[in-house]
């Protein structure tokens, strides 16, 4: 089983850069898919950018070279640099985990953070 603890959210103005991270707590954490979804206010949660237990990565087609996942199995942490923000990148914003393949569906991940928001505006 794992906790996930996300952070670096905040306010950013347009075209500005933010580096979000995931702490995991458990065991086996090398084994787990991982992922990030945002949810915008209204809408659905919407799959971000995942990394697979043998490391390839996805990406959403929004993101358009904008983002780079990463994770750091020595310490069992997640990350997602966001550069190039935009105003519809406004959410909240979820690592989550899940054990086998990477999915893009939220329903098929066991294990979520709480969440961190990120603003983008001027």
């Known amino acids: 089983q794992l906790q996930l603890v996300e952070s670096g959210g905040g306010l950013v103005q347009p075209g500005g850069s933010l580096r979000l991270s995931c702490a995991a707590s458990?065991?086996?954490?090398?084994?787990?898919?991982l992922a990030w979804f945002r949810q915008i206010s209204g809408k659905e949660r919407e799959f971000v950018s995942g990394?697979?237990?043998?490391?390839?990565?996805h990406y959403g087609d929004f993101v358009k070279g904008r983002f780079t996942i990463s994770r750091d199995i020595a310490k069992n942490t997640l990350a997602l640099q966001m550069n190039n923000l935009k105003r519809e990148d406004t959410a909240v914003y979820y690592c989550?985990?899940?054990?086998?393949?990477?999915?893009?569906?939220?329903?098929?991940?066991?294990?979520w953070g709480q969440g961190t928001q990120v603003t983008v505006s001027s």
């Open positions: 990394i697979s237990f043998s490391g390839n990565t």
């Open positions: 989550a985990a899940r054990d086998g393949v990477w999915a893009t569906r939220p329903s098929e991940y066991e294990y």
């Open positions: 458990g065991r086996g954490f090398s084994r787990y898919s």
